[in-house]
């Protein structure tokens, strides 16, 4: 599933607490996107909808949680992001971001360990 940019905020915040009631997730929400409460409920609501976030309703205040983990909405985005971006090369990926980005020689021999444990 894709997520939008507003989704993802609201379930960064949901993973950060592990699940919140409305008020905290508002509040946290706020300094990153100055939505009011009504627009984070509304949200809530719509991602419940599509599957993304579970309520409980056993308290006397709703708690909401991500009904999806962030490692498996990340490896969905990176799947994504591959194929639109690269045609599915990661080769070109990763070629592309060295190319661009400096990194660590601790990075570059974390890069090597991994390379050659992969199965190929």
């Not at 300094?31 to 309520?55: D, F």
């Not at 990661?90 to 570059?108: C, M, N, V, W, Y």
Request: aromatic share 8%; charged share 35%; glycine share 6%.
């Amino acid at each position: 599933m894709k997520l939008s940019e507003k989704e993802w905020a609201v379930l960064e915040v949901l993973w950060e607490t592990g699940g919140a009631e409305l008020g905290e997730i508002v509040r946290r929400l706020y300094s990153r996107t100055g939505w009011s409460r009504n627009t984070v409920q509304t949200y809530l609501n719509r991602m419940e909808a599509k599957g993304l976030v579970t309520i409980d309703r056993g308290a006397s205040h709703y708690v909401f949680r991500a009904a999806l983990d962030r490692e498996s909405c990340q490896r969905q985005e990176r799947q994504d992001f591959l194929r639109r971006v690269y045609s599915g090369s990661t080769g070109d990926l990763i070629a592309a971001f060295l190319k661009e980005e400096h990194i660590s020689p601790q990075e570059r021999e974390r890069l090597r360990r991994l390379i050659d444990e992969m199965e190929v």
